[in-house]
């Protein structure tokens, strides 16, 4: 990579750019998704995005402890990428950023974010999509650090159990 080309892409300017241009060539696909695919999908940009906040952590920090670009990262949190992208493999190499004792729930490489992205993904959508919601919502936020372990725990077996 030029100089240059290394310099725009440090540019925030230039990074949201690149974004946007992608986002919306994503968008005609996503679009000729079924709704419960697409829903499946913008539940796991929620949950990404819960695990990122909690902890903390930045696109870039994410990227540098994954290898994957901070743009693929956003276009995930946004519900842009599509199910044959989020295969295992990469679902396995971004929850390995998230690595935490409630990993020892998810038999799956990638712990607990990998696990229960992958249930969502398989599933379709959630199990009663529109009621579920507030508290999917609720489960995944108790997935921070803070929470006590015991609650943490029993989040990431009631998000399984809430994906068909």
Same mark, same amino acid.
Request: glycine share 6%; proline share 3%; hydrophobic share 40%.
């Given at each position: /990579?030029?100089?240059?080309?290394?310099?725009? /892409?440090? $540019?925030?300017?230039?990074?949201?750019?690149?974004?946007?241009?992608?986002?919306?060539?994503?968008?005609?696909?996503?679009?000729?998704?079924s709704?419960? *695919?697409?829903?499946?999908?913008?539940?796991?940009?929620r949950?990404?995005?819960?695990?990122?906040?909690?902890?903390?952590?930045?696109?870039?920090?994410?990227? $540098?402890?994954?290898?994957?670009?901070? &743009?693929?990262?956003?276009? /995930?949190?946004?519900?842009?990428?599509?199910?044959?992208?989020?295969?295992?493999?990469?679902?396995?190499?971004?929850?390995?950023?998230?690595?935490?004792? &409630?990993?020892?729930? #998810?038999?799956?490489?990638?712990?607990a974010?990998? @696990?229960?992205?992958?249930?969502?993904?398989? @599933?379709?959508?959630?199990?009663?999509?529109?009621?579920?919601?507030?508290?999917?919502?609720?489960?995944?936020?108790?997935?921070?650090?803070?929470?006590?372990? #015991?609650?943490? *725990?029993?989040?990431?077996?009631?998000?399984?159990?809430?994906?068909?």
């Amino acid at each position: /990579m030029s100089d240059d080309t290394s310099d725009r /892409m440090h $540019d925030p300017f230039e990074q949201a750019q690149v974004f946007q241009d992608e986002a919306q060539k994503r968008a005609a696909v996503i679009s000729g998704l079924s709704a419960s *695919e697409s829903k499946a999908l913008q539940s796991v940009g929620r949950l990404f995005t819960e695990f990122r906040s909690t902890r903390n952590l930045s696109h870039q920090e994410i990227s $540098d402890r994954t290898g994957v670009e901070p &743009n693929v990262l956003r276009l /995930m949190e946004e519900g842009f990428l599509t199910p044959d992208e989020l295969s295992r493999t990469f679902l396995a190499q971004v929850g390995a950023a998230f690595a935490s004792s &409630n990993d020892r729930l #998810a038999q799956e490489e990638g712990g607990a974010f990998a @696990a229960i992205a992958a249930s969502i993904l398989e @599933a379709g959508a959630w199990v009663g999509s529109e009621a579920a919601a507030p508290e999917v919502d609720r489960l995944i936020a108790l997935l921070t650090p803070q929470t006590d372990n #015991a609650l943490r *725990e029993e989040a990431v077996r009631s998000l399984g159990e809430h994906a068909l």
